[in-house]
C-alpha cells in the first residue's frame, strides 16, 4: 500500500499537470500578424485626447483601448481581436491598410469621429466581420467592390460621410446582408437592381445623396424588406413602379425630393404600412381610393401636382398623426368623417394641412376635437370662411409636433447636499420619493427612420421598450430630453440608473454596453433602425474599459483538449505509482512558490472569501487603468464590488505566491488589526492561482494621517525615521529592510526619543518647518505587509500617550 507520503506526491503532480495545461492555454499571446496590424493602425490615428493605451504590453492580454479579443485562443494557439470599438472618441487620420489582417474581426466601430481619406479596400479581407460600423466621420471616395466578398456582414452603416461614386454591385453577394445604412453621403450612378436577390435584407437608407436612374422594380421582390428610404436624391423622369404596392413586409416608403413622375401607385395591400412620404415630387393624377393599413402614422403627398377630391377612406385610420396634402390641385370639400371616426388620448393630435389647393368647403358640421388642427389657408373655402364659420382654420395654425423638449426632473425636492453631484451623482428622477442617489449610465440613442411623426404618445412605449431590450426594470430608464433632426431623424438623450445601489457594477455595465453596440437590442417595426451617439461614464464609472469576449474555441476543440489532458494526467500518474512502488523510497515534497491546486480550506471569521470572477470584474479584468500602485509583492488595483463597495484589491505576482497556510495566517493577522490608521481587511481570494487580499479603500494626504505631535521631538529622530520609511517604500524587494531590521531601528528610534533632554513642551522644532518638510502626495497607499516573517510577530497595544511613530499606537514592539 503507497504511504501517505507518497500518495501526496502523487496528488501534487497530478495536479501540477493539470496546472501546467491550465497555464499553457491562459498564457498565449495574441497572433503577431494582428499586433503588428493594431500597431500599423495606431501610426495613422491621430489621439489628441490620449484615450488610446496601444504603446505597451500584449493588445489582448493587456486590455487595450477599444480592442476586445475572444477570451481564450482558437485553434491555432493564438489570441485573436474579435472587435474594435472606438465609438465618439475624437479620432482624427486615417485606417492603415494593415487593417486587413484582423481576419477574425466581427465589428469594426469607429463612428463618431474624424477620420479621412479612403477606406481601405483590404477590409474585405477580414471574412468574419459582421458590422461595418463608420458613420459620422469624413471619409471619401468609393466603396471598394471587395466590400462585395463579405460573406458574414450583416451591417454595413457608412452614413454621414463624404463618400462618392457608384453602389458597387458586388453587394448583390452579400447574402447575410440585413441594413444598408449609407444616407448622408454623395454616392452617385444607379440603385444596383441586382440587390433584390438579398434575402435578409430589411433597410435600405441612401437618403441624401446623389443617385440617379430610375427606381428598380425589382425592389418589389424583396421578400423582407420593411423601410426603403430614399429622400433628396435625383432620378428624374423616373416613376414609382405599381410593383411596389405589393411589398409584404414593408413599412415605411420615403421618397421624398426624388423629382419622381407618375400617379401615386397603390399601396392599400401593403398590411403593415406605417409611414408614406412621398411629398416635393411631381406626381400627377388622382390619390388611390382604397384605403390604407389601420397601422398608419403619416400620410404626407404635398407639393405635387395632384388632382381629384379628397378620397373619404381616410377616414377612421385609428392612429393617423398627419395628413399632409397641401400645395397640389385638390378639389371639393374636405370629408369630416377624417376626424370624427378617431378617439383621441390625452397626448395624441391628429393634423390636416389642407392649404394651398383648390378646396370649397367642409363637409358636415366644423368642430372638430381640440386635438385636432386644420389647416386650409390658401383655399376658395377661406373667401367664404365667416359664412361656412371656418374662420380658425384660415389663419396661421401651429402645424408643427413637438420638435424639441427637456423633460422635467421631479427630484427637485430632495435634499441638495446629500446627493454628491460634482461626483455625477444625482437623485433617481423615476422614483422621487424616496430621494435615491445613484450614478447613472448617460445614453445617447437616435432612431434613424422612425415610423410616425408625433414622438409624445409613443414615448412611454419606447422607454418600456429599450428597459425589456436591455433587461432593466422601467424605474431604471429616464428619458431626460428629445430633438428632432433632419432626416427626420429624431435624437434621444438616455439616463440609466442602478437597481436599488447607488452604481452599476462593472459587468452590469460591459453588459449594456454590448446590447448597445453589438445590435443585441430587439428590432421594433414602429421605432425602427437606431444608432448609439455616445455612452459617456463618468464618476465612479470612468475607469471603466471593455473587456474581451468569451472564448472562441468550440465546444468540441475544448472537449478534445481536456480528454488529452485527463488521458495524459493519468498516463503519468500511473507512471510515477508504479516508480514509487519500485523504488520504494520516500518522498519529501518541495514547496514550489508557484501555487499548487490543492490548497487549504481557508475560513477566516468576519472576512469575505471572494471567487476570481468577482475580484476580476471589480477591476475590470486588473486592468492598467485601474491600478493605483506596485510593490515587489504584486499590484494594487482600486475596484468597485458588486453592491457598490469601493476597494483596494491586491494581487500577489507570481513570484511572489506563498504557500496556502501563510496566506492564510498572514489573512488572520490583518483580520485581527484594527486602528483609525489602518485599513480594514475586506476579503480575499485563493482561487484560480490567485492570492488576493481587499481592503477599504481610502483616499487622502500623506499629511492627513501624519502625526501634527511629530515636531514635538528632536530632528535626529526625525530624519532616522523618515529616512527608515524611504527604505521600506523602494520599488525593489532587495532594497527593502527585513521585518527584524524594522523592528530593530524602530527600537533603536524610541531608545533615542527616552534618552532625549528635549521634551515635547520646550521644543521649538516644527514638522513642517524644520529639518523634515512633508510632501503633499496622492493617495495614501494601502495594504498588507508583503512578507510576515514567520518567527516573529507584532504585539500592538492601543494608548493615549504621546506617540511619534503611528499617531496612538504603541512603540513597544516585541519580537518572540
Request: hydrophobic share 35%; with cysteine; net charge neutral.
Amino acid at each position: 500500500m503507497i504511504s501517505q507520503a507518497r500518495m501526496f506526491a502523487l496528488k501534487v503532480i497530478m495536479a501540477t499537470s493539470l496546472c501546467c495545461f491550465v497555464l499553457s492555454v491562459g498564457a498565449q499571446d495574441t497572433d503577431p500578424s494582428e499586433v503588428g496590424a493594431l500597431r500599423a493602425i495606431r501610426s495613422r490615428l491621430v489621439d489628441p485626447n490620449k484615450y488610446l493605451n496601444w504603446s505597451k504590453g500584449d493588445p489582448c492580454k493587456s486590455n487595450w483601448t477599444g480592442v476586445l479579443c475572444f477570451y481564450g485562443p482558437l485553434d491555432d494557439g493564438h489570441l485573436h481581436v474579435q472587435e474594435i470599438l472606438l465609438l465618439n472618441t475624437n479620432l482624427s487620420g486615417s485606417l492603415a491598410p494593415e487593417i486587413g489582417q484582423l481576419s477574425y474581426m466581427r465589428i469594426l466601430d469607429f463612428m463618431w469621429n474624424q477620420l479621412s481619406g479612403n477606406i481601405p479596400k483590404e477590409i474585405g479581407n477580414i471574412k468574419s466581420l459582421e458590422l461595418m460600423l463608420l458613420s459620422g466621420n469624413k471619409f471619401s471616395g468609393s466603396l471598394p467592390e471587395e466590400f462585395g466578398f463579405l460573406p458574414n456582414l450583416s451591417r454595413i452603416q457608412i452614413d454621414s460621410n463624404n463618400l462618392s461614386g457608384p453602389l458597387p454591385k458586388s453587394f448583390a453577394n452579400l447574402t447575410e446582408m440585413r441594413h444598408i445604412h449609407l444616407n448622408n453621403n454623395s454616392i452617385s450612378g444607379q440603385i444596383p437592381p441586382e440587390l433584390y436577390v438579398l434575402p435578409k435584407l430589411v433597410h435600405i437608407l441612401l437618403d441624401n445623396n446623389n443617385l440617379s436612374g430610375y427606381l428598380p422594380e425589382e425592389f418589389s421582390m424583396l421578400p423582407a424588406l420593411e423601410i426603403l428610404q430614399l429622400d433628396n436624391n435625383n432620378f428624374s423622369g423616373s416613376q414609382i413602379p405599381a410593383s411596389y404596392g405589393n411589398m409584404s413586409r414593408l413599412l415605411k416608403l420615403s421618397l421624398r425630393n426624388c423629382s419622381l413622375q407618375g400617379p401615386v401607385p397603390d399601396l392599400s395591400k401593403i398590411p403593415g404600412l406605417g409611414y408614406l412620404d412621398l411629398s416635393w415630387n411631381s406626381l400627377s393624377g388622382t390619390i388611390p381610393s382604397n384605403r390604407l393599413s389601420n397601422n398608419i402614422t403619416t400620410i404626407i403627398l404635398s407639393n405635387n401636382q395632384l388632382n381629384g377630391t379628397i378620397s373619404r377612406n381616410f377616414s377612421g385610420l385609428p392612429i393617423l398623426q398627419i395628413l399632409s396634402l397641401e400645395n397640389n390641385l385638390l378639389t371639393g370639400s374636405v370629408p369630416s368623417n377624417v376626424w370624427q371616426n378617431m378617439t383621441f388620448n390625452g397626448t395624441q393630435r391628429l393634423i390636416l394641412d389642407f392649404e394651398n389647393n383648390s378646396l370649397t368647403s367642409i363637409s358636415g358640421i366644423p368642430s372638430p376635437p381640440a386635438n385636432v388642427t386644420i389647416m386650409l389657408k390658401g383655399n376658395p373655402a377661406c373667401g367664404n370662411a365667416n359664412t361656412l364659420n371656418i374662420s380658425q382654420f384660415c389663419g396661421f395654425q401651429d402645424g408643427e409636433f413637438t420638435s424639441l423638449e427637456s423633460l422635467t426632473n421631479s427630484s427637485s425636492s430632495c435634499p441638495s447636499q446629500a446627493c454628491p453631484t460634482d461626483q455625477s451623482y444625482e437623485y433617481v428622477p423615476t422614483n422621487p420619493i424616496s430621494c435615491r442617489c445613484a450614478a447613472p449610465i448617460r445614453v445617447g440613442y437616435r432612431m434613424k427612420s422612425p415610423g410616425f411623426s408625433d414622438f409624445l404618445p409613443y414615448m412611454d412605449p419606447l422607454e418600456r421598450f429599450l428597459a425589456n431590450g436591455l433587461q432593466l426594470n422601467r424605474s431604471q430608464l429616464y428619458m431626460d430630453s428629445f430633438a428632432w433632426e433632419n432626416g427626420p431623424r429624431l435624437r434621444l438623450y438616455i439616463k440609466l440608473y442602478p437597481d436599488n445601489s447607488s452604481i452599476f457594477n462593472v459587468s452590469e455595465i460591459l453588459r449594456i454596453r454590448d446590447l448597445f453596440t453589438g445590435w443585441h437590442i430587439p428590432h421594433n417595426d414602429v421605432f425602427g433602425p437606431f444608432e448609439l451617439l455616445n455612452f459617456t461614464l463618468l464618476g465612479p464609472y470612468a475607469y471603466v474599459i471593455p473587456a474581451s469576449q468569451k472564448s472562441g474555441l468550440s465546444r468540441g476543440s475544448l472537449a478534445g483538449i481536456l480528454i488529452g489532458t485527463i488521458v495524459g494526467t493519468i498516463t503519468l500518474s500511473a507512471a510515477i505509482s508504479l516508480l514509487i512502488k519500485r523504488r520504494g523510497a520516500g518522498y519529501r515534497h518541495t514547496p514550489s512558490r508557484k501555487r499548487l491546486l490543492s490548497r487549504v480550506q481557508m475560513k477566516v471569521d468576519g472576512v469575505k472569501g471572494f471567487n476570481y470572477k468577482e475580484m476580476s470584474l471589480a477591476t475590470n479584468n486588473f486592468s492598467d487603468s485601474a491600478q493605483v500602485g506596485q510593490g515587489g509583492y504584486g499590484k494594487v488595483y482600486k475596484g468597485i464590488l458588486a453592491d457598490g463597495t469601493v476597494v483596494a484589491i491586491k494581487r500577489a505576482q507570481e513570484d511572489s505566491l506563498q504557500g496556502s497556510k501563510e496566506f492564510f495566517t498572514e489573512l488572520e493577522l490583518l483580520s485581527r488589526l484594527h486602528h483609525r490608521n489602518l485599513v480594514s481587511l475586506v476579503g480575499y481570494c485563493d482561487e484560480a492561482n490567485e492570492q488576493v487580499n481587499t481592503v477599504h479603500h481610502q483616499s487622502g494626504m500623506l499629511s492627513s494621517i501624519v502625526d501634527s505631535r511629530m515636531g514635538d521631538y528632536p530632528s535626529d529622530c526625525l530624519e532616522k525615521f523618515a529616512e527608515l520609511a524611504l527604505k521600506c517604500c523602494q520599488h525593489e524587494s532587495e532594497a527593502r529592510p527585513s521585518i527584524t531590521e524594522v523592528v530593530r531601528e524602530l527600537e533603536m528610534i524610541m531608545h533615542m526619543i527616552s534618552e532625549s533632554d528635549v521634551t515635547p513642551s520646550d521644543t521649538n522644532t516644527s514638522f513642517s518647518s524644520g529639518v523634515f518638510t512633508p510632501v503633499s502626495s496622492s493617495s495614501m497607499p494601502t495594504g498588507s505587509a508583503s512578507m510576515i516573517s514567520s518567527s516573529i510577530t507584532s504585539t500592538i497595544t492601543s494608548t493615549n500617550g504621546s506617540d511619534p511613530i503611528s499617531r496612538g499606537v504603541s512603540s513597544t514592539i516585541v519580537p518572540r
